[in-house]
């Protein structure tokens, strides 16, 4: 069983930035395609981004892109969301999760963190 525990949440101000860490256990990291979701309240949970297995190949929702950057550690087991130039619409619950493919990644989910950006 893969267990995903998110960590780097927190609150800033408009325009800071955060870096999330979805630290991973249980099974095999590098096989495992990776991406990042987020829900705020109200809303339903929405793609932010994902990364290959070996992190050569990344993808973005347009109201990311350019501002975070995915990136995965293979040694480490561990995920990363680099976010900058943050906007009070970013906050939310952000998730991470595993899957076998770029379509396919709900197979394990965190637990989530929370982001909170301030105007």
């Known amino acids: 069983q893969v267990q995903l525990v998110e960590s780097g949440g927190g609150l800033v101000q408009a325009g800071g930035s955060l870096r999330l860490s979805c630290a991973t256990s249980?099974?095999?990291?590098?096989?495992?395609?990776m991406g990042w979701f987020r829900q705020a309240p109200g809303k339903e949970r929405e793609f932010v981004s994902s990364i290959s297995w070996s992190g050569a190949i990344t993808n973005y929702a347009d109201s990311v892109r350019g501002r975070f950057t995915i990136s995965r550690d293979n040694a480490k087991n561990t995920l990363y969301l680099q976010m900058d130039s943050l906007k009070p619409e970013d906050t939310a619950v952000y998730y991470c999760?595993?899957?076998?493919?770029?379509?396919?990644?709900?197979?394990?989910w965190g637990q989530g963190t929370q982001v909170t950006v301030s105007s």
């Open positions: 999760a595993a899957g076998s493919s770029k379509r396919k990644l709900d197979d394990y």
């Open positions: 249980g099974g095999t990291f590098s096989s495992y395609y």
